[in-house]
């Protein structure tokens, strides 16, 4: 079946400027989650979803930041105002709670920079 | 403070060798570790989960063993193929449902 899909894979803006990422979870999974990598680096957790409502919002590092995912499903993350250190590959990832495993099915990314 | 620490950072074997990666957790209070695959410019791929109650997860040439007590993990690659190289990224959980913590992933690169 289709895995997590991540639109647009690649994104360039210049600074300043608002962009949004679209995730679309692995289908039936409840719960839908941002990181964030940067080159070398571990993926960092942004936020989680657990249906439509955020369970924990505790990575998003100002308010510059916001998630949505308004039917359960599909989330988009949007970022305001740009800055060069935004510059990442932001991972999504979905998975199923309550089976005999939870494990976090990944996308492929979207590759974020800013100029 | 939840920390995820993996070494070394990068690796390079010649094929058909043996090999141990490692990761080591701050607080040793997990729900699950899980370790995951990550090829250059895509994403991650789970290739094990071990539970807190597990001691061990096999799958073909790979084998995770955890020892909440001591907070470590060891990932063991069995006869090592230039097909094997890529980033192994270890993680954490602290909670059903719950955020990943990651390491910062040791690079391998298994020369033919």
């Known amino acids: 079946g289709a895995g997590v899909s991540q639109t647009p894979s690649n994104k360039v803006t210049e600074k300043g400027k608002y962009v949004e990422l679209r995730c679309d979870p692995i289908?039936?999974?409840?719960?839908l989650y941002w990181y964030r990598q940067s080159l070398g680096q571990g993926p960092e957790f942004l936020i989680y979803f657990q249906g439509t409502g955020a369970a924990d919002d505790s990575g998003l590092p100002n308010d510059r930041f916001f998630a949505v995912r308004p039917e359960g499903s599909v989330s988009t993350l949007k970022i305001q105002r740009t800055e060069r250190g935004d510059s990442a590959v932001y991972l999504c990832a979905s998975s199923l709670i309550g089976g005999t495993t939870d494990t976090q099915y990944f996308g492929p990314g979207t590759r974020l920079t800013v100029l | 403070k939840q920390e995820v620490t993996q070494i070394p950072a990068a690796l390079s074997v010649p094929e058909g060798e043996n090999l141990v990666l490692n990761c080591s957790f701050t607080?040793?209070?997990?729900?699950?570790l899980q370790w995951f695959r990550q090829d250059p410019g895509k994403g991650l791929t789970s290739l094990l989960l071990i539970q807190s109650s597990q001691r061990e997860q096999t799958s073909g040439r790979l084998n995770a063993s955890l020892d909440k007590s001591s907070g470590r993990s060891t990932l063991y690659i069995a006869a090592s193929q230039p097909g094997d190289s890529a980033t192994y990224l270890c993680?954490?959980?602290?909670?059903?449902?719950?955020?990943?913590?990651f390491g910062q992933g040791t690079e391998l690169s298994v020369k033919p």
């Open positions: 993680a954490v959980r602290y909670n059903q449902g719950g955020k990943l913590i």
């Open positions: 289908s039936g999974h409840t719960a």
């Open positions: 607080d040793s209070a997990i729900y699950n």
